[in-house]
C-alpha cells in the first residue's frame, strides 16, 4: 500500500527555518519523484519543488533561494528545508508522489505550519 | 513560465445538474494536464490525467476534455459528494496548478 506522511513542527517562529520529512512506503523513492505543494489557509495549491528518483532536484523559482530538498533513500524520506520564513508561509505542506504520467497520484495528509511572530 | 487560468472561482448548482469548468494555459501544453479534487480537510485526488484519461476508480460522470491551451472539466448529474475544490495542473515537470474552482451543491 503506497502511504506518504509528513512530520514536521506546528509552530515555526519568525526567520526561522523550516524542516519537514516525507516518510513514504510501498514504493521506492530511486522509482518515482516525490513533489513537495503548499497550501496556504483559504487558498490554493503552489508547487514547491521536487526530488526526481535519479536524485536531482527542481525548484519552483520562487522558492529558490531559500528552498532546499534532499533525501535518504535507505530511510525512504524526502525532507524539505526553507529557511527565513515569513508570515505568508503559514500553509499546509504536502508530500506527493509522481507517476512516469507525470501526474501525483498519492499525496500524505499534509502537515499544518504556523508562522508566529 | 506557464501559467494555468482556472474559471469560474466558484460555483452552486443542485444535485442532479451537469457542470462545466474551465482551465486556460498561458501557452500550448498539449494534453499535458491532469485535475484533482480536494474536499475541506483533505488531500488532493487525481481524477483525470493527459486531459481526458480518468484515473482508477473515478466515477464516469468525471470527463476531462481538451488540448493545447483549453481544457475543460464536465461533471454530469452532480451528486451531493462532489461538493469540493477543483484544481487543473499541468504536468510533468515544474507543475503548476489553477487556482481552483469550488463548486457548491444549493
Known amino acids: 500500500q503506497v502511504q506518504l506522511k509528513e512530520t514536521g513542527p506546528d509552530l515555526v517562529q519568525l526567520t526561522q527555518t523550516l524542516s519537514i520529512t516525507c516518510t513514504v512506503s510501498?514504493?521506492?523513492?530511486?522509482?518515482?519523484?516525490v513533489h513537495w505543494v503548499r497550501q496556504p489557509p483559504g487558498k490554493g495549491l503552489e508547487w514547491m519543488g521536487a526530488?526526481?528518483?535519479?536524485?536531482?532536484?527542481d525548484y519552483n523559482s520562487a522558492f529558490k533561494s531559500r528552498l532546499s530538498i534532499s533525501r535518504d533513500t535507505s530511510k525512504s524520506q524526502v525532507f524539505l528545508k526553507m529557511n527565513s520564513l515569513q508570515t505568508d508561509d503559514t500553509a499546509k505542506y504536502f508530500c506527493?508522489?509522481?507517476?512516469?504520467?507525470?501526474?501525483?497520484?498519492?499525496w500524505g495528509q499534509g502537515a499544518s505550519v504556523t508562522v508566529s511572530s | 513560465n506557464i501559467v494555468m487560468t482556472q474559471s469560474p472561482k466558484s460555483m452552486s448548482i443542485s444535485v442532479g445538474d451537469r457542470v462545466t469548468m474551465n482551465c486556460k494555459a498561458s501557452?500550448?501544453?498539449?494534453?499535458?494536464i491532469a485535475w484533482y479534487q480536494q474536499k475541506p480537510g483533505q488531500s488532493p485526488k487525481l481524477l483525470i490525467y493527459?486531459?481526458?484519461n480518468r484515473y482508477n476508480g473515478v466515477p464516469d460522470r468525471f470527463t476531462g476534455s481538451g488540448y493545447g491551451t483549453d481544457f475543460t472539466l464536465t461533471i454530469n448529474s452532480v451528486q451531493a459528494e462532489d461538493a469540493a475544490f477543483y484544481y487543473c495542473?499541468?504536468?510533468?515537470?515544474?507543475?503548476?496548478f489553477g487556482g481552483g474552482t469550488k463548486l457548491e451543491l444549493k
Open positions: 506527493a508522489r509522481q507517476t512516469a504520467m507525470g501526474v501525483m497520484d498519492a
Open positions: 510501498g514504493f521506492s523513492l530511486t522509482t518515482y519523484n
Open positions: 526530488m526526481w528518483n535519479g536524485g536531482g532536484t
Open positions: 501557452q500550448n501544453v498539449y494534453n499535458n
Open positions: 493527459y486531459a481526458s
Open positions: 495542473q499541468r504536468i510533468y515537470n515544474s507543475p503548476t
